[in-house]
């Protein structure tokens, strides 16, 4: 495989988180300036975060986010319904400046909402290749799981979005996992050129599940998911029974 080593990865990662002020040292000085106050506080601050981030007429304008972020809002803000939170909204509407700021503030690149789903797989999933790269770099885990077992390399290529796709390839993102249907990257497409125009093209066609041991990791991978979306069935009424969750829209 033609992916980049480890020396490489961390060399390009340093020199983006530099560029867009998210190295130690930008880091430090930017949330020496937060203000220190109660948790009950800083959620009530947060909730206001994530309503403005949500609002459909935002247009990634950061006045007023980093104002109360500076006020000390929670950056890490989950609402009660969906466990949806600002990150998420970022990378699914492609606000790189808002994004970049609540990782400033102490975002948490790994968050998932419900679902599983978090900012990596979203990024993926709608596109947003500037802020799949930033968050890769940021320790954004590639391989993560949400509940329906599409995984960002898998949203990248089911959506066609060819630019994060070779990014997760790039920094070894599981090609060969399945998701509830049983299906890796390689099943279906409906870009049949897909491959053809990955810089990873002839290297990933030729990966395959060669090992019983890789077999019933995925297994049990996929059976651990399956109890895990069927206990949030059996808790939320509003939920659809499993066969009709393949498609949940997140």
Known sequence: MNN????VLIEE???????????????????SGIKQISIEESNELGKQLF?????????????????????????????TAKGEFCLRRCARKKYV????????????????NNFGTTSIITAARFGSDKILDIGIHMGGDVNARPLDGDTAIMGAKNH??????????????????TNLSNK????????SSFFERSTYSTELLEQSLDTEEDSL??????????????????????????????????
Do not use: W
């Open 184 to 191: 890796t990257i390689f099943d279906s497409s409906s870009d």
């Open 51 to 79: 309503e403005i981030i949500s609002q459909k007429d935002y247009r990634d304008d950061t006045s007023k986010i980093e104002q109360l972020l500076l006020d000390g809002a929670n950056p890490n803000y989950q609402d």
């Open 217 to 250: 990791l995925e297994k049990k991978l996929m059976e651990e998911a399956i109890e895990k979306m069927t206990r949030i069935i059996e808790d939320v009424d509003m939920i659809k029974p499993p066969k009709q969750m393949i498609k949940i829209d997140n």
């Open 160 to 177: 066609s979005n060819i630019k994060c796709f070779d990014l997760l390839a790039a920094s070894h993102a599981h090609l060969n996992t």
């Open 13 to 31: 990662g340093e020199k983006i988180l530099k560029e867009n002020g998210l190295d130690k040292d930008s880091i430090n000085q930017y949330r």
């Open 97 to 112: 400046k808002t994004f970049i700021l609540l990782l400033k503030a102490g975002a948490n690149i790994n968050l998932a």
């Open 4 to 7: 980049k080593d480890l020396d």
